[in-house]
């Protein structure tokens, strides 16, 4: 699922808005401005108008997510709360929430990462009152007995347990573990077992997590469609408006600099194995290029369209699949490539080539040709995809959530855009250094083939 996202994200960051009353550029590729307005409360409003007639998106981004669980044994707790959040209100029962939201023909779902918690729904923009009534309602005065969130906590077991049968699954989370000491991205988005398992104990805790963290100044509320800005900020005033303030921020732990490999290995007979290279990569960031020239040159040396692909996959077969993994965050996270084998005898034989393709594009200029091409594959990606009101707004999302300003995406596509070949050899120096890795590997083995 990560890597969806991810892929997803690559092609999202290749996109520029405008605000109202800036002129537009050439370089747009969502050519359709962007408003936004801050409630006295803290809770930012965005709006998109775009012509889809009587349709509307309406997402709400909480910049919650695994990454503020702070409090040992409560990993998890961001993506359980989404579960919860569905609950029902004394207004709005589950089940009156899911029939009103079929009398507007909307539907609506949630998803949490590491740095947010993303709820959108998709309906009749002539519904849009309703479409705010209800999850005001909802994000303000949400209930739930001790039995219904034991219930929950039940379903969230188990899908603990059903992504865990998974071997990427569990490498992803070993991986996530080993990389990080002290920062809160130690653990993955569904939390570490024991405090998957401990949750039916935490019903006074998830009334606390509601307290603090479901908050408008944690909240963004992106409307995008057959709406306007005028409406769209009544609607919000009118709802949201009173939604009382409260946030109190705990510290996220720094992590310190890795000095030393380390290594994740999960033994799983018959089932192809996996090399992953998982070096510690910048954040999201708008007053530098780095994360963007890191994309690139992932995609330049990972992706398949490059030389190392095309030998490695098509030409010699010794991978079922080369994929890079460049993550969207708002602190330092992981950077690097992903590969799965035909024949697990070969994991230090293409460790090797890669190793040389990363050391080579230290030193060595990338084609410029190259270089221009992978900017306009990712332009391109992402154009193909921006063509309905849901899109639009999930692209704002992501730079909602990582710099807390949808208007952060022109910065980005600026970035992209100014990337050099010095560039390139950069941030390849300056990222991907052996004792800032963190090698994860599944194979038959009960041993990782790097630890002899």
């Known amino acids: 699922m990560k890597r969806i996202i991810n892929l997803l994200m690559t092609a999202l960051l290749m996109c520029s808005v405008v605000n109202a009353g800036q002129p537009e550029t050439a370089a747009n590729i969502l050519p359709y401005p962007i408003q936004q307005k801050k409630l006295a409360n803290g809770a930012n409003v965005v709006t998109v108008p775009y012509d889809s007639p009587g349709l509307a998106a309406f997402y709400i981004v909480m910049r919650v997510g695994s990454r503020d669980e702070v409090e040992e044994g409560k990993s998890g707790f961001a993506h359980f709360f989404e579960h919860m959040m569905f609950r029902g209100t004394d207004k709005y029962s589950s089940d009156q929430y899911s029939e009103v939201l079929k009398s507007i023909g909307a539907s609506a779902n949630a998803n949490t990462s590491l740095d947010r918690t993303v709820y959108h729904m998709t309906g009749n923009a002539e519904m849009l009152d309703k479409m705010f ?225 990363i050391e080579k594009i230290k030193t060595t200029p990338v084609n410029e040709k190259d270089l221009a091409d992978t900017k306009s594959q990712l332009k391109y990606s992402f154009a193909m995809r921006i063509d309905n009101p849901s899109t639009i707004a999930e692209s704002l999302s992501y730079f909602t959530w990582v710099s807390g300003n949808p208007e952060s995406i022109n910065t980005s596509y600026r970035h992209y855009d100014s990337v050099t070949q010095a560039d390139i050899m950069r941030v390849a120096k300056k990222y991907f250094v052996e004792q800032h890795l963190t090698i994860g590997t599944i194979t038959p083995g009960e041993n990782s083939p790097f630890r002899k």
Not at 180 to 199: E, Q, R, W
Not at 232 to 240: Q, S
């Open 133 to 357: 009534e209800i999850e005001a309602d909802r994000f303000m005065n949400l209930h739930y007995s001790e039995q219904a969130f034991k219930t929950e906590a039940g379903a969230v077991k188990g899908e603990y347990t059903k992504n865990s049968s998974n071997p990427m699954n569990q490498l992803d989370e070993k991986v996530s573990d080993v990389a990080f000491v002290n920062h809160t991205y130690k653990h993955t988005t569904m939390g570490f077992f024991k405090d998957v398992v401990d949750m039916p104990n935490q019903y006074q805790y998830s009334q606390d997590f509601y307290k603090r963290f479901y908050r408008p100044e944690l909240a963004t509320i992106i409307v995008v469609g057959d709406v306007t800005a005028d409406k769209v900020n009544k609607l919000a005033e009118k709802y949201f408006g009173v939604w009382k303030t409260g946030y109190a921020p705990k510290e996220i732990a720094t992590e310190p600099e890795q000095n030393e490999t380390r290594y994740a290995h999960i033994q799983v007979p018959n089932y192809p194995a996996v090399l992953a290279l998982n070096y510690k990569g910048p954040a999201f960031a708008t007053d530098n290029n780095d994360y963007e020239a890191l994309d690139i040159l992932c995609n330049l040396l990972f992706s398949e369209k490059s030389a190392l692909y095309n030998k490695l996959v098509t030409d010699e077969q010794k991978l079922r699949s080369l994929e890079p993994s460049v993550y969207f965050t708002r602190d330092p996270y992981l950077v690097g490539v992903t590969a799965t084998f035909v024949d697990d005898k070969d994991v230090m034989v293409v460790y090797d080539k890669i190793n040389a393709a």
